[in-house]
């Protein structure tokens, strides 16, 4: 007999934690959320982020990976901790803190059979027409999408949700759609883009109807976020 | 007999939780934290952050506000929460989640008791000269401190930490203290202060030995944070 065996009654979840997920892609010209449908109560039917239990001796990182990686396919991405939700009401069941988990990943790169899913229980939504949620699930999506909004101002991170190569009008568009601003003034748009320095020429172009469009790739030496640019004194 | 009483093996505080919190002042031409010496073990007379249990019924933020009340003597301050550490090793005894909150007091309005304290037991430590510290509570303070670095140069956020008046020297002096750069340009700071036009002058001048220096305050309609300022693209 293994001594070293946890006597039966030790939980191998922490009881008061957990660890939600937002993640979002860029798919059809729509920022979407992987959401999966509840079966069992409370909120059996509505949606939910992908979450669980974070294991006794599992760092709250790893578990967010885990649960990533159960529901996209990819182990490598972008990944940061968003914030700490921990009203005593927010799980009828008992009081439970949820860990927040903020990912960005290109649609080009999860697993066909994770981007297809089996949309009565796992599925990609539009946070533009996101169906009833579970749980204090709506406000931290609405928190993600803030920081998300944020982020690509300041920070390269839209890049994470592009394919390798990309117009720089798909890169408009793209903005265009996380930003929810459709006027966003193209002009302006590639001379920010040009000053920026940060995208490079890919080999081919893109057929688009009209006049071929160049394809270019995010350059991996590129600055991705802007530093020590003090204008508060 | 009270039917409403918890059974007596109920829990008051969480098992899994604690909150601690980075208590910032400036006194003296220094950048203080709020620390507290551990009197048992694990790292007994090792010195802590402030922190301690949530209660079952309890919002992670108020536990953060009782706690920076009981140190400080202050209910009303600027919080935010910091990030939540929870490694499995980081406290010996058992696994626990640490959602770390960030505070700026000024020190004029620290109740004189919490301000001197019984140094034996609790004080104010130079950020650049702290003493041993307890779990993972230096990477916490480290943190937090490059949180406030990077937030004092895109919001007000430094006006936390001044009195209610002061001169423009004491508020470059601040600058230089927090960021811990004392080449910063004088003439470039005054600049970019009257650009930010957050400052409107008080009542008084500071005697200074020389020319007596003019007061200003923070102007409270001024806007505390450089939002949407877009330069990526």
Not at 38 to 58: H, N, T, Y
Not at 151 to 160: G, L, P, T
Request: glycine share 4%; with cysteine; charged share 30%.
């Amino acid at each position: 007999m293994n001594q070293q065996t946890s006597p039966p009654d030790t939980p191998i979840t922490l009881e008061n934690v957990s660890v939600d997920v937002v993640i979002f892609t860029l798919r059809s010209r729509d920022l979407q959320v992987c959401l999966v449908r509840r079966d069992c109560a409370p909120f059996k039917d509505d949606w939910a982020l992908p979450g669980g239990g974070v294991r006794v001796d599992e760092p709250l990182e790893r578990a967010a990976l885990r649960i990533l990686h159960a529901k996209t396919g990819v182990r490598d991405l972008y990944l940061q901790q968003l914030f700490t939700f921990g009203d005593p009401g927010r799980d009828p069941r008992r009081r439970v803190i949820s860990v927040t988990y903020f990912a960005l990943i290109s649609s080009e790169r999860i697993a066909t059979n994770h981007l297809d899913g089996d949309s009565e229980t796992v599925g990609w939504h539009s946070v533009y027409a996101l169906p009833r949620l579970a749980f204090d699930h709506a406000e931290i999506i609405q928190y993600a999408l803030v920081r998300l909004r944020n982020k690509i101002q300041y920070s390269a991170a839209a890049f994470e949700l592009m394919p390798e190569e990309f117009t720089l009008r798909e890169l408009h568009d793209a903005y265009m759609v996380i930003l929810n601003d459709y006027t966003l003034d193209k002009a302006n748009f590639r001379k920010k883009i040009r000053e920026a320095n940060i995208l490079e020429p890919a080999s081919g172009y893109r057929e688009t109807g009209g006049r071929p469009a160049r394809l270019y790739r995010f350059r991996r030496d590129a600055q991705p976020e802007i530093k020590a640019r003090r204008f508060f004194p």
